[in-house]
């Protein structure tokens, strides 16, 4: 059976440091692999995906996350934090097959302080 | 285009009622999928809906259902609530030919008394 592991519950950082979040799933078989955010009393939003193609994927606020087959990792990054990147982060994984469905690692709650 | 939306977005209950919670989906998208989000648990499957049918289900007891309408739009129905359900309940749409491209509401956050 598919599943996440996030490996950190919560990431403290300072403002303009870098940042990762780490992720890894375990599946047989071919998967796709997403990160969103989730801001305060908010839904969860998209922030990038990994569908096929270049391993290195980019979202339009400057993080990014590279698909590792052999490490069956999806790692995120930002190289430089601001205080609005204060969120929960999901990391999910889907079946590349007919179902779909996706799989949720437990979330990383990154706080990004002053 | 207009999101997709939830209501209500907040509802306190009392153990043993019933609730029904509503989602829009985004127009045009076909699949519905619900969530319950809780601090320990995270996000948890409940059900997803594909033109009116349910498509798959999670490992939730049978007092959580939903259904789908003609025009796409869900609801999901708690009976018998328990304090446990306490939870912030996510709907989220999609395309199927569009893989993980789900777009969540804001969702409805349940407390039960």
């Known amino acids: 059976a598919q599943s996440v592991t996030q490996l950190d519950s919560q990431v403290p950082v300072f403002e303009e440091a870098p940042v990762e979040l780490r992720c890894n799933y375990s599946?047989?078989?071919?998967?796709?692999l997403f990160w969103y955010v989730q801001y305060p009393n908010q839904g969860l939003q998209l922030l990038l995906k990994y569908l096929s193609g270049s391993t290195l994927v980019e979202s339009i606020n400057g993080f990014e996350a590279e698909f590792n087959k052999s490490q069956t990792s999806f790692h995120l990054r930002k190289p430089s934090v601001h205080i609005s990147d204060t969120a929960e982060y999901f990391c999910a994984v889907a079946n590349a097959g007919n179902n779909r469905k996706l799989i949720w690692g437990l979330g990383t709650s990154l706080a990004v302080n002053p | 285009k207009a999101g997709v939306t939830q209501t209500p977005r907040y509802l306190i209950k009392t153990r043993g009622q019933q609730v029904t919670l509503s989602c829009s989906p985004i127009s045009g998208h076909r699949s519905v999928s619900w969530y319950q989000q809780t601090p320990g648990q995270g996000l948890q499957f409940l059900f997803e809906?594909?033109?009116?049918?349910?498509?798959n289900k999670g490992n939730f007891p049978g007092r959580f259902s939903g259904r789908q309408f003609s025009n796409s739009r869900s609801e999901m129905n708690v009976s018998t609530l328990e304090l446990g359900d306490s939870a912030l309940y996510l709907c989220?749409?999609?395309?199927?030919?569009?893989?993980?491209?789900?777009?969540f509401g804001s969702g409805t956050r349940l407390t039960v008394v």
């Open positions: 989220a749409s999609s395309e199927p030919t569009v893989p993980g491209g789900y777009t």
């Open positions: 809906y594909f033109s009116e049918t349910q498509r």
């Open positions: 599946s047989s078989v071919s998967v796709y």
